[in-house]
Nanobody, 125 residues
Framework: QVQLVESGGGLVQPGGSLRLSCAAS????????IGWFRQAPGKEREGVSC????????FYADSVKGRFTISRDNAKNTVYLQMNSLKPEDTAVYYC??????????????????WGQGTQVTVSS
């Protein structure tokens, strides 16, 4: 069964850190570009970060640049999103997604083949 499962979300105070995990089963992540997206209540889904399948290049939205780091561990078939210096505006449901192919940049959302179910991140004092 092909699936992506996110974990690591939770409640954290402003300035704190969380590490999200995106574990794949049923397929091998190293052949896929992986993206992290988030959606806050009443807002559209936005791309947060992605890691390419071709050369491992990483990309970040301006709102998280310098605070978030995406990485992959092919041995564990898992991609991570390390989130530091969290802000209340980072509160959202975070999703990972996988797009097959030799991507050198972040694929458009419509190109992703698999999506996880999401994990809630709440930044509040």
């Amino acid at each position: 069964q092909v699936q992506l499962v996110e974990s690591g979300g939770g409640l954290v105070q402003p300035g704190g850190s969380l590490r999200l995990s995106c574990a794949a089963s049923g397929f091998t992540l190293d052949n896929y570009a992986i993206g992290w997206f988030r959606q806050a209540p009443g807002k559209e889904r936005e791309g947060v970060s992605c890691i390419s399948s071709s050369d491992g290049s990483t990309f970040y939205a301006d709102s998280v640049k310098g605070r978030f780091t995406i990485s992959r561990d092919n041995a564990k078939n898992t991609v991570y999103l390390q989130m530091n210096s969290l802000k209340p505006e980072d509160t959202a449901v975070y999703y990972c997604a996988a797009a097959q192919g030799g991507w050198y940049e972040c694929p458009p959302p419509a190109e992703y083949d698999y999506w996880g179910q999401g994990t809630q991140v709440t930044v509040s004092s």
